[in-house]
């Protein structure tokens, strides 16, 4: 091949931000709790990290992450109920668990500041967060 060629671009999705994010860009979490499956089957939860911008980090029970972009001209609310949502239940049908809950937590419109954002994520109901200093990230 020639210098003069280029590599051919293929389309998909757009390149995501680095990960970690900072939990002042979270919009949304969208829980399902597999924990009553047994750990064989994949037992523990299924997390959907929506962000302001429409990106997602979506946490496996197996502890395996994955990123990925929303198409263009997608709402916020149309990635939570419809991309996040769809994620959950492609996995349990895939993995043929019956899902027992769906929960999505939005953040207030109140909250725009980390401390805000890290305060109401920490209210809600069996889920944690632990922060680590950005020198041990990576």
């Not at 750990?39 to 395996?64: H, Y």
């Not at 609310?77 to 939005?106: F, L």
Request: glycine letters at 8%.
């Amino acid at each position: 091949m020639s210098k003069g060629k280029s590599k051919r671009e293929h389309p998909g999705p757009e390149k995501v931000p680095e990960h970690p994010r900072d939990i002042a860009e979270l919009a949304a979490l969208v829980v399902s709790d597999l924990t009553s499956v047994g750990p064989e089957e994949g037992g523990g939860s299924l997390i959907v990290f929506v962000w302001r911008d429409c990106a997602m980090t979506i946490k496996f029970p197996s502890g395996r992450r994955m990123y990925a972009r929303s198409r263009h001209g997608r709402t916020l609310d149309s990635v939570v109920y419809g991309s996040a949502v769809g994620v959950i239940n492609e996995y349990c049908r895939s993995s043929g668990i019956v899902v027992p809950e769906i929960r999505v937590h939005k953040v207030p419109p109140e909250a725009s500041t980390r401390e805000q954002i890290s305060a109401w994520f920490q209210a809600i109901p069996d889920i944690s967060i632990t922060a680590h200093p950005l020198e041990e990230i990576g």
